[in-house]
């Protein structure tokens, strides 16, 4: 019997790509790749990529090259590029680095199996054995080969297929998760919005809305394979269902809600124009939908926002921060911050302060703006030199620190249901955990296991993290 086939996937972005890997992970199971951490045991590599910022793409490069040494010691590698970088760049990435196989964009995540299967056949291993002790044949074709298979080769015989498919959904293969616990469950791809910074809508398409009884029907294969969470992911959730018209953001989340056996339900990211009313009533009322919004305002003052086109204003967003705070009065709001974008001045930026310490969110991912070819921002005048972005980022982050601080200090000596996720990165001896508002709690290591939910008294609040006690 042959070696069993391991496949290396390296992931960079959001929980969106990392959501893709899991089922490009399920297709290369399917055809006998194990999962390995090791990308020197690899007979297949694959890097799902990420462009919203440079420093994303310039990793990829990076290990584009490390990756060309493994290819010179073992010619019979495979090796592609997937995700939101490879729709964008294309058989540039090729042209640029030979020794990739194929280049598959973001809609083709199901074709990704009749490409390896084609490159083993032609490379004389399809004789592999894998899992379930079947033989892998010499015919390319699967069940679903004949009408998948739409990459074209280039001159050197290289696989590419970027072609945006924005009237198809990568839907019904299988999934090999990472975590035991807690589950990605995509609920839409694409983005409608264009913001004037950002490449998302150009690399994965308008939006297309899964059908509610195919995300239910996950949800429930989840929990039924003992994931304790979900968390529906969307570039935009609140926009859910407006192109099929089946059921709103809302209604799917009650009906998540309900799935029997389900414990927590998260779901990201909202935009803020799109939340409604309904939403929120809908999150007071649940009961297993978790008291956290990320609602990432990306920055705090009308003239930027403008710029942004993030079609709202800092009053309307104001109101409606409020409203959900009326409504859900524990709830945890986090956020999106940009700095730095084009013609920001320093009274913007002052804007952008106050605004952040009158909101008062629990945490904040901070940005500095980056320049993205193809997006409209990138050729807007009065570009913010890099030092001063670095120098706001600072002052930004020291006023959210701040901010996150004092709300954590007021959690002291409460209690706080914990769901324990395993032991804590830097102490063996504590496990670690999260609330329902998303907070990370680290407690001492009693006789608990992961999946867990414990009621953790915080004794220890940290600007970052809460430390605490079984009670």
Excluded at 112 to 129: Q, S, Y
Excluded at 228 to 244: F, M
Excluded at 336 to 365: C, H, N, W
Aim: proline share 3%.
């Amino acid at each position: 019997m042959k070696k069993q086939k391991k496949a290396f996937l390296l992931v960079y972005g959001c929980q969106m790509n990392f959501s893709d890997a899991e089922r490009m992970a399920g297709e290369l199971a399917s055809i006998g790749y194990e999962r390995t951490d090791e990308m020197a045991a690899a007979n297949l590599i694959l890097i799902n990529t990420c462009c919203v910022r440079e420093s994303a793409e310039d990793r990829v490069y990076g290990k584009i090259g490390e990756i060309k040494h493994l290819k010179e010691a073992n010619p019979r590698l495979i090796f592609g590029i997937t995700g939101c970088m490879a729709q964008k760049e294309g058989d540039a990435l090729i042209a640029r680095a030979p020794h990739i196989d194929f280049v598959l964009g973001t809609s083709k995540v199901r074709e990704l199996k009749t490409i390896v299967r084609e490159i083993e056949a032609e490379r004389g291993l399809v004789d592999t054995e894998i899992n379930h002790g079947a033989r892998v044949t010499a015919s390319v074709a699967n069940e679903n080969g004949a009408k998948l298979r739409t990459a074209t080769r280039d001159k050197r015989g290289r696989f590419v297929d970027v072609t945006l498919t924005e009237t198809e959904l990568p839907d019904g293969g299988p999934v090999a998760r990472e975590g035991k616990l807690s589950a990605w469950i995509p609920i839409m791809y694409g983005c409608n919005n264009f913001c004037t910074y950002c490449i998302v809508p150009y690399v994965r398409g308008r939006e297309r809305s899964r059908r509610p009884e195919d995300i239910v029907r996950e949800v429930e294969e989840a929990v039924a394979n003992g994931y304790k969470e979900v968390t529906l992911l969307g570039q935009n959730v609140n926009s859910y269902g407006k192109d099929h018209k089946l059921a709103d953001f809302a209604d799917l989340l009650k009906m998540v809600d309900e799935v029997h056996g389900i414990e927590r339900v998260r779901f990201m990211t909202s935009h803020p124009k799109d939340l409604s009313d309904k939403l929120i009533e809908t999150i007071a009322n649940g009961t297993h939908i978790c008291e956290h919004i990320h609602l990432p305002v990306q920055y705090g003052s009308d003239k930027i926002l403008k710029a942004m086109h993030r079609i709202y204003t800092v009053d309307s967003y104001r109101a409606l921060a409020q409203r959900i705070r009326a409504a859900i009065p524990n709830v945890a709001l986090t956020t999106d911050l940009i700095v730095g974008f084009p013609g920001e001045t320093d009274e913007d930026f002052q804007e952008m302060i106050a605004f952040l310490k009158e909101i008062r969110y629990d945490s904040a991912y901070t940005f500095i703006y980056s320049k993205r070819s193809g997006t409209p921002a990138a050729t807007m005048e009065a570009q913010v030199p890099d030092a001063l972005k670095h120098e706001r980022l600072n002052q930004l982050m020291a006023v959210q620190n701040e901010i996150s601080k004092e709300i954590n200090d007021k959690l002291l000596d409460t209690v706080q249901e914990v769901m324990v996720e395993g032991p804590s990165k830097n102490d063996a001896a504590m496990w670690s955990g999260r609330t329902r508002t998303n907070k990370l709690v680290i407690f001492p290591h009693g006789t608990e296991q992961a999946g867990d939910f414990m009621n953790v008294k915080i004794t220890h609040p940290q600007t970052w993290i809460l430390k605490g006690e079984v009670v």
